[in-house]
């Protein structure tokens, strides 16, 4: 079966840095695109940033460009987020989903505080 599981969450303090990693499997990776999600607290989930199967071309939501940069490696099924200059606003769990399918992972903290 589909798993997704994510990793790399935690506590930082604002303008640092994380990566986040989300580890598939169940399904060819390869050739599947994969998004990252996020959930702030008591708000609507929302995407955060998106990659097609081949890496080529990647999108953003507007408030994350210039500092998340979404990756993958397919050798090892991962999908990556490198979160920098994080502020205050982008506490939230973050999920990674199958982009044209209805997988999610389980979600990731992340907490941006002084």
């Known amino acids: 079966q589909v798993q997704l599981v994510e990793s790399g969450g935690g506590l930082v303090q604002p303008g640092g840095s994380l990566r986040l990693s989300c580890v598939a499997s169940g399904f060819t990776f390869s050739s599947t695109g994969m998004s990252w999600y996020r959930q702030p607290p008591g708000k609507e989930r929302e995407l955060v940033a998106a990659?097609?199967?081949?890496?080529?071309?990647?999108n953003y939501a507007n408030s994350v460009k210039g500092r998340f940069t979404i990756s993958r490696d397919n050798a090892k099924n991962t999908v990556y987020l490198q979160m920098n200059s994080l502020k205050p606003e982008d506490t939230a769990v973050y999920h990674c989903?199958?982009?044209?399918?209805?997988?999610w992972g389980q979600g990731t903290q992340v907490t941006v505080s002084s």
């Open positions: 989903k199958v982009m044209t399918a209805n997988y």
């Open positions: 990659i097609p199967p081949t890496g080529a071309i990647t």
